[in-house]
Structure formats: structure tokens, C-alpha cells
């Protein structure tokens, strides 16, 4: 077939003919349905952008940990402290040592240390000891004094000072009579209050 001889309408029909083949091999190669992989791209940029969006909360997260980590270590710190002047059971035996001690130092004659019931508060427990002391107001003063300097929380109560008719303790002027409260924490209480709020 000679193409340079032919007809002008034949160029025309051979050009038709090509142009016809390339569109069909174009089209069936190309994918049958474009919108829906336009669509399935689209679906896959947005899971793409969400899955960043966690990856970046997540890394906040972990940035703001080291943080969280140490206020809980200082929150522990002063639970600790809290519990140095709290604490969460009775401690009259102790408690009984120190005062018998303190007394002792003032020069007064301990002659009482009658713990009471305690006292259930909403937080607290409350222990009140019945005290009785013989000495010098000055003595008595002084172990007023050293109790309030103490650790643990200490109220001193209902306190009633009269001559010392007794005259067994040398030098004592006054008979003090009192009620000295300390306070016990109700762990109980405080993770009830903690877990409803």
C-alpha cells in the first residue's frame, strides 16, 4: 500500500482508523472505574492524616509523662510529710514517752495520762488524753511550749490550773488538769472522698 498515493479522504479514513485503535488500547488499559480509586486514595490520605494526628497526641503524651512523673514524686513527698504530722494509727506509746519525757524536762510531775474513745471525724480521727501535772505555771509554760514545737499536730484543751494542795512534789505550786488532742488520718475516708469525686 502505497500512502503517499492515495486518496486525500483516504489519508482522512487511515487517520480515523489510528486515532480509533489509540483511544481503545487507551482505554483498555487504563483503570475501568477512576472516581472509585479517586475516591479509595481519598479514604486513604484521610486514615493517613488521622493515624499522624494520634502519633502526635501520642507524642505529647509522652512529652508531658516526665512531667506527670515528677509531680507525683512530689506529691508522694508530701504525703509523706503529711503523714510525719498526721499519722494514720494511734500512737500513745510513743506518744506517752515523749510527753512523760517533756515533763520531765520542765521539772513537772506527770501524774495523769488517761487516753479517751476515740473521736471519728470526716476526715480524722480525733484522740483525746486526759492530762494531769504538778509543778511551777513557769514549768508548765514551758511544756505547753515544747508541745506546740511538736511534730504531730497536739491541741491543748479545757486546760484548768489550781494550787497544788499536794504538797508531795517540792516546789510545785499548781496542779494543771487537761485534755491534749491528737489527730489520727482516716486513710478510709480520704480514698472514699478521693474515689466519688
Known amino acids: 500500500m502505497d500512502f503517499k498515493n492515495m486518496p486525500w479522504w483516504g489519508h482522512l479514513i487511515l487517520a480515523a482508523v489510528v486515532g480509533g485503535v489509540l483511544i481503545w488500547l487507551a482505554y483498555s488499559m487504563a483503570p475501568a472505574d477512576l472516581s472509585a480509586k479517586n475516591k479509595q486514595i481519598e ?5 493517613i492524616e488521622e493515624t499522624q494526628a494520634k502519633i502526635r497526641q501520642g507524642k505529647l503524651a509522652l512529652a508531658k509523662l516526665d512531667e506527670l512523673e515528677r509531680d507525683i514524686a512530689a506529691l508522694e513527698l508530701k504525703l509523706a510529710d503529711l503523714k510525719a ?5 494511734p500512737e500513745l506509746g510513743d506518744l506517752l514517752k515523749w510527753i512523760k519525757s517533756l515533763a520531765d524536762q520542765a521539772n513537772l510531775d506527770l501524774r495523769l495520762f488517761n487516753p479517751q474513745p476515740l473521736q471519728e471525724q470526716e476526715l480524722l480521727k480525733e484522740q483525746p488524753i486526759r492530762m494531769n501535772v504538778v509543778g511551777t505555771y513557769h514549768q508548765l509554760g514551758m511544756f505547753f511550749d515544747r508541745v506546740s514545737k511538736h511534730a504531730r499536730i497536739i491541741n491543748v484543751e479545757n486546760v484548768r490550773i489550781t494550787p497544788n494542795n499536794d504538797r508531795s512534789v517540792r ?7 487537761f485534755v491534749a488532742k491528737t489527730f489520727i488520718f482516716r486513710e478510709d475516708a480520704a480514698a472514699a472522698e478521693g474515689g466519688t469525686r
Request: proline fraction near 6%; avoid cysteine; aromatic fraction near 0%.
Open 43 to 47: 479514604e486513604l490520605t484521610t486514615k
Open 85 to 89: 504530722i498526721l499519722p494514720t494509727e
Open 171 to 177: 516546789g510545785a505550786t499548781i496542779a494543771a488538769s
